[in-house]
């Protein structure tokens, strides 16, 4: 098979078995690339995590279009981002043909409320892969930044600018003491 066909067809594969997407997404493709495929290791893909969620748009979307681009720059990028994106527009267009005729099932509703738990749980599981990796100091601060976010109202756009603009300078000043 080729690369970029192997490539859409483990994010296609992605894109079927995942519902919820954004957070519910991301511990399936970690599992994709680092243990299935072991296309890239386990610290780029929290990097390329990371600059998924600072970049506008949904995470899922995000991480397959920086994953693909990693692997083969613009047409890896491409090809994943294709990959993830048509079997939610396949299976949202077979819903909206036949919606109007199943909305009131009963066996669909249960259905949708036995699936909430599960996604709910896949959300939580890429936050305890980050956990793993942190060390103490910095799971406190990212306990405070989530409770200064959800009380005091400040939008994460201010506190990702200053984040990064920290983490710029505590580069800066240890760049510094090496050099002396």
Do not use: C
């Amino acid at each position: 098979m080729g690369k970029y066909r192997e490539l859409f067809a483990s994010f296609f594969k992605i894109g079927i078995f995942t519902f919820g997407g954004g957070y519910a997404m991301v511990s399936i493709i970690q599992r994709e690339v680092i243990d299935s495929r072991g296309w890239i290791k386990e610290r780029e893909f929290l990097d390329l995590l990371t600059l998924a969620q600072s970049a506008p748009g949904p995470i899922s979307l995000n991480t397959a279009v920086f994953v693909g681009y990693k692997m083969y720059g613009y047409r890896g990028a491409v090809t994943a981002l294709a990959g993830v994106v048509l079997p939610s527009f396949i299976i949202m267009l077979l819903i909206a043909s036949f919606f109007t005729q199943i909305r009131h099932n009963e066996v669909i509703d249960a259905a949708f409320k036995g699936i909430r738990p599960v996604v709910v749980a896949l959300m939580f599981a890429p936050i305890i892969g980050f956990v793993k990796g942190m060390r103490s100091y910095a799971i406190a601060i990212a306990i405070a930044i989530s409770l200064i976010i959800w009380y005091v109202g400040i939008s994460p756009v201010y506190i990702l600018f200053a984040g990064g603009i920290i983490g710029v300078l505590l580069a800066a000043l240890r760049g510094k003491e090496v050099e002396r």
